[in-house]
């Protein structure tokens, strides 16, 4: 069920693409991620994360849906006509009006680099490196928490209760994501969930020993390690790569 808030109007035509979908398939037709195939057709929506008109201050003409992710859309139209899309904070109202710039006031929706930011604000779509665009924190209902202002770093309280290191001169918004009720939604059929591209996903243990390490065997056998099709340990066990974030990690989540 749609929010009662969206605007009732058509996507921007000047900021929509067509693509076909992949199927969970890399270039070479390989399944590279499995359970995924069909859904109803859907366009995408061209987000502005990095919020290009810098310094031009903006106004809320729309809030809409966007199949494509979580988080609910606002519509900008700025002072010079251009229109775009941009991840819509969650209270903001149509006719609100929002700037990007290196300083500016703190309200819902503006946008500004984060050693500007005073402590105890929630921010979200926050870049890693400065000028690149917002690339965490843009799930719906999330946000980040600035915890301290420190020899170029700010220190970022994430979703995950993890504590990050980010560049004082990386941009965030202000508030919180859109559309935070969005975990309590009930799925409700298994044709839903076909119709957003997923496939259905056969249990280990009900496969032959052939096709899965779980298989065979009558009833459960007591004491298995949980394991992907592949042999390899599929709970508890750390997958994350060494990243060269890594060394702005403070505190792990838990």
Known sequence: ???KLLSKKEPEKALLLAFGK????NQQGRITVRHRGGGVKRLYR????GQEKFGISGKVIALEYDPNRTAYLALIEYQDGKKRYILAPHQIKVGSEITCAEKTEIEIGNRMKLKNIPIGTQ?????LEPQRGGKIVRSAGTSAKVLAQEDGFC???MPSKEVRKIFWDCFATIGQVSHPEMKFQDIGKSG???????RPQVRGIAMNPVD???GGGHGRAKGMQPNTPWGKPARGVRTRKQKWTEKYIIKRRK
């Open 1 to 3: 069920m749609k929010n």
């Open 22 to 25: 992949k199927a969970g398939r």
């Open 46 to 49: 061209i987000v502005d994360f």
């Open 123 to 127: 921010v979200f779509n926050i870049e």
């Open 155 to 157: 220190h970022l309280a």
């Open 192 to 198: 839903r969930r076909r119709l957003k591209g997923w």
């Open 212 to 214: 899965h390490p779980h």
